[in-house]
């Protein structure tokens, strides 16, 4: 029995006049996020208090007006990007697919991540630090940063599971503070590399140290985790 060929139907290509109606939420988003990036160098290097939204909105090549239209105020803005941090590196561990892999494999991808994160991302440190500064003041009003983190908490309780679950794992590891040292192990060594290396007279910085750091890192947390 013969079976009828099935067509797609293609779809009309947009107009000339859709494309125009687009383009200004286009450059819309392209300037809000021009203002982001602007604002992330300027927060990180200079702090709240020191960053002048003149010079973000220089740096953006846009203008005050702008930046208050869609961000309403210096203050608005400053969580903004932190939020744009976070969910930056929320959606890079999500990518990980760490439920998909064994469970210590997912651990260690996830402690290797963390540390290469940091390392290309420093300037994230930078803003982090002067919130902790504040004593998380703005991050307190935040409506998205509680949901992101608690799903992060989740996997890392279900890798956790599974590797009890196989005699991998030992039990009674709190997913949290797992993730608090796995994170702990790469930020305080980035964020504090330049002191240290003064300090103890050793190029922290260097190559060779990073991947000595990175090595200790894993080493750690997979001998706190493996079941005995």
């Not at 969910?87 to 697919?97: D, I, P, Q």
């Not at 060594?189 to 000595?212: D, I, K």
Request: charge should be positive; charged fraction near 25%; aromatic fraction near 8%.
């Amino acid at each position: 029995m013969a079976v009828a060929a099935t067509t797609k139907t293609k779809r009309p290509a947009p107009s000339a006049k859709a494309k125009a109606a687009l383009e200004p939420v286009r450059d819309a988003e392209r300037t809000r996020q021009a203002l982001l990036g602007a604002a992330e160098i300027e927060f990180s290097t200079k702090g709240f208090a020191g960053a002048r939204v003149d010079v973000i909105a220089d740096q953006a090549a846009a203008n005050k007006r702008m930046l208050y239209y869609y961000f309403g105020s210096k203050e608005e803005l400053y969580l903004a990007v932190l939020e744009r941090a976070y969910g930056a590196m929320r959606k890079a561990e999500r990518e990980l697919n760490l439920t998909n892999l064994a469970p210590l494999v997912a651990i260690k991808t996830l402690v290797e991540f963390k540390f290469d994160y940091c390392e290309k991302n420093q300037q994230i440190i930078a803003l982090l630090a002067g919130e902790n500064m504040l004593g998380a003041a703005y991050l307190k009003r935040s409506r998205r940063l509680r949901d992101m983190n608690l799903s992060l908490v989740d996997v890392i309780r279900t890798v956790l599971d599974a590797g009890v679950a196989k005699g991998e794992i030992k039990p009674g590891i709190d997913p949290l503070h797992l993730y608090i040292s796995m994170s702990a192990l790469s930020y305080f060594y980035f964020s504090n590399s330049a002191t240290l290396s003064v300090a103890f007279a050793r190029s922290l910085g260097s190559p060779a140290e990073r991947r000595l750091r990175r090595a200790h890192a894993v080493d750690v947390i997979m001998a706190y985790v493996k079941a005995l």
